[in-house]
Nanobody, 115 residues
Framework: QVQLVESGGGLVQPGGSLRLSCAVSRSDFSIATMSWFRQAPGKQRGLVAFITSGGLTNAVASVKGRFTISRDNAKNTVYLQMNSLRPEDTAVYYC?????????WGQGTQVTVSS
């Protein structure tokens, strides 16, 4: 049974920061591509950022320069550092593990940006 456990969400004021974490219970974490997605109320889930096993990263235009994805293979954990948060960043954030044809999702963590 694969587990992806996200943490770090919460309520933050506009302009604030949060760091999300996703711990993965798989021994092949280091060779997987890890991604963060988000889903706002009434909207489809969409990609935020990803990081490959080799450390290549990319993010959607709306978060570039504000969000940073990183990984710690020794801890089987992927992170999403979110700075300069905006109300439109409010969503449930999910991490995804992908390797070959396998995909696993976390349960999601709520991020709310509001004054």
């Amino acid at each position: 049974q694969v587990q992806l456990v996200e943490s770090g969400g919460g309520l933050v004021q506009p302009g604030g920061s949060l760091r999300l974490s996703c711990a993965v219970s798989r021994s092949d974490f280091s060779i997987a591509t890890m991604s963060w997605f988000r889903q706002a109320p009434g909207k489809q889930r969409g990609l935020v950022a990803f990081i490959t096993s080799g450390g290549l990263t990319n993010a959607v235009a709306s978060v570039k320069g504000r969000f940073t994805i990183s990984r710690d293979n020794a801890k089987n954990t992927v992170y999403l550092q979110m700075n300069s948060l905006r109300p439109e960043d409010t969503a449930v954030y999910y991490c995804k593990f992908a390797r070959g044809g396998l995909e696993y999702w976390g349960q999601g963590t709520q991020v709310t940006v509001s004054s």
